[in-house]
């Protein structure tokens, strides 16, 4: 079991960055493939990233793909989401999650992440 908390969220202008951080209690965190999904007001929860065990292997949704970037620190038992040029279209509630999937790294599909944070809020202003 783990326990999911996100920090890093906040308002910001059209073209600036934000670091979102999900820091994991419980573990171990190496087994958990972790990932971003966000929702936006009046829409459905919708993927955002993806990164393997090790961090090697990441997978992005295509809106965000050349802006954004996930990463993790399994010694700090942490992942990020950097997000770069951000738009008015990336306002949403962004949630950190973990999936303890095994097999070929893939694109794990949302049912699969048993573990959920409690979201941080993103709002970019035009």
């Known amino acids: 079991q783990v326990h999911l908390i996100e920090s890093g969220g906040g308002l910001v202008e059209t073209g600036d960055s934000l670091r979102l951080s999900c820091v994991a209690f419980?573990?171990?965190?190496?087994?958990?493939?972790m990932a971003w999904f966000r929702q936006a007001p009046g829409k459905e929860r919708e993927f955002v990233a993806q990164?393997?065990?090790?961090?090697?292997?990441?997978y992005y949704e295509d809106s965000v793909k050349g802006r954004f970037a996930i990463s993790r620190d399994n010694d700090k038992q942490t992942v990020y989401l950097q997000m770069n040029s951000l738009k008015p279209g990336d306002t949403a509630v962004y949630y950190c999650a973990a999936s303890d999937y095994r097999g070929i790294f893939r694109p794990v599909t949302e049912p699969e992440f048993g573990y959920w944070g409690q979201g941080t809020q993103v709002t970019v202003s035009s």
């Open positions: 419980g573990g171990p965190f190496e087994a958990y493939v």
């Open positions: 990164i393997g065990w090790l961090g090697q292997l990441t």
